[in-house]
């Protein structure tokens, strides 16, 4: 089947050609809050959160990734569920405090932690802080000492190459991110040393948007090997191993979902080869995926504005781009550009025709959303829409340039569309 064709069957509804979220028409979304925006279906999410629980063994607990899309109303949602947040910024840490989230329930990862946000996060409590650099661990323990605290660290480890895996590589290879494996000894002996770090976990994270669960598998064993020899060096049983997220979801017409089964025999597997081992015994596992839980429920729809043909080349311009979309213009980490999947929601069942070319309002070659694309006729008026818009869309966009209006977002619960964050008329 049509990629674009199994998402909306996947995660939305149709009615005469018409996408539906939930029994909304999306063109009655787009009436009443007007375009470019971004719609979120709520019951896409639970879905994907139950079906990954589903894949996971009762030790394992997950962290959703904030950067992933940081509107509140999807913290809440996994809060609701059990869930605890990985955060990367003191910002996410206060959006997380404010939707609600137990200060105890929060993972601080991430590069580059500034001493500002170190001593704020330390005072007003967290769960843990996820150590990228021997530096982090001595700002962790002098910062510790003056507030009178403990700080519960785990360090984060870069892992020599034979746990490489997914498109974006993060580790494996010189990084910024995560203490290399070969000075993990090292990191260790400065936590051992300091009676205001607690030694807590090992995290390891290596890439994202990973679509084969046997790569995730390799990478969560090289994990379990680094945790015990860490607990063993340390001596003492390991509270947590954050195995990271990085689970991938479809963006392209050749790529196919991860396979939750076979992950959860991989990690049913993983669980076997580990029983018996006194340093894991009672260690929480954690996964803090982004992408895989927020990515399949968000399209971003904006309306066509104008049609144009250019020395025999047809153009769709739209009244939105890709300075609110980068990733789907492809100018976010794609080597070769790719076209998301892209429809026209009002014609969903309508025969597709000559490939065009759908392009922002930008003025820049770059603003191209989708490049030779055989969609319906299209027409001024008409919604076209991006899916697996949930995850780094918005979020990861350079929404202040040009000063178009930021784009609003509506979330669509119990057959509700609720405004969650309004149009503003440029972002600064
Ligand atoms: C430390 C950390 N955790 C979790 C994530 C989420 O990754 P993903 O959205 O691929 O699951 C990222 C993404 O960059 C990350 O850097």
């Not at 392009?359 to 055989?374: F, Q, W």
Request: proline share 6%.
């Amino acid at each position: 089947m049509d990629h674009v064709q199994a998402l909306v069957d996947q995660y939305f509804d149709r009615s005469n050609g018409v996408l539906q979220i939930q029994g909304l028409p999306i063109t009655a979304i787009a009436e009443t809050h007007g375009t470019p925006l971004f719609v979120y279906n709520a019951e896409a999410i639970e879905a994907q959160l139950s079906n990954l629980r589903q894949a996971l063994p009762q030790r394992f607990n997950v962290c959703y990734s904030v950067k992933a899309n940081p509107n509140p109303i999807f913290m809440k949602l996994f809060l609701a569920q059990g869930c605890g947040l990985e955060i990367a910024s003191i910002g996410e840490y206060e959006r997380a405090i404010q939707a609600g989230c137990p200060p105890e329930q929060i993972l601080f990862a991430g590069p580059g932690k500034t001493e500002a946000e170190l001593h704020a996060v330390i005072s007003q409590g967290i769960g843990e802080i996820h150590a990228e650099s021997l530096t982090e661990l001595e700002r962790l323990g002098r910062i510790s000492r003056e507030l009178g605290k403990q700080t519960n660290v785990a360090v984060r480890v870069n892992p020599t190459s034979e746990a490489q895996g997914g498109a974006m590589q993060m580790g494996g290879k010189p990084a910024p991110f995560g203490i290399d494996e070969e000075n993990l000894e090292q990191a260790l002996d400065l936590i051992a040393a300091d009676s205001h770090l607690q030694f807590h976990g090992i995290h390891l994270f290596v890439g994202t948007q990973v679509l084969k669960h046997e790569v995730l598998i390799t990478q969560y064993r090289k994990g379990l090997e680094i945790a015990h020899h860490a607990a063993q060096y340390m001596d003492t049983p390991l509270s947590t191993l954050d195995f990271g997220g990085g689970l991938g979801i479809p963006y392209f017409g050749n790529e196919t979902s991860l396979d939750l089964e076979g992950l959860r025999v991989g990690l049913q597997q993983l669980m076997e080869e580990i029983d018996g081992d006194p340093y894991l015994a009672n260690t929480q596992f954690l996964l803090e995926p982004g992408r895989f839980l927020a990515g399949p429920c968000g399209v971003y729809v904006a309306r066509v504005n104008d049609i144009k043909v250019s020395r025999g080349k047809k153009f769709a311009i739209l009244d939105g781009g890709m300075h609110h979309h980068l990733a789907a213009s492809g100018n976010l980490g794609q080597v070769i550009k790719r076209n998301y999947p892209v429809a026209v929601l009002n014609k969903l069942e309508q025969p597709v025709e000559d490939a065009i070319d759908v392009v922002g309002p930008l003025c820049t070659p770059l603003d191209t959303l989708a490049r030779n694309i055989s969609l319906p006729e299209v027409a001024i008026g008409d919604l076209v829409g991006i899916f697996q818009s949930g995850a780094y869309a918005r979020a990861a966009s350079p929404m202040g340039f040009l000063s178009h209006p930021v784009p609003p977002e509506v979330w669509v619960e119990r057959g509700q569309a609720i405004l969650i964050s309004e149009r503003k008329p440029y972002a600064h």
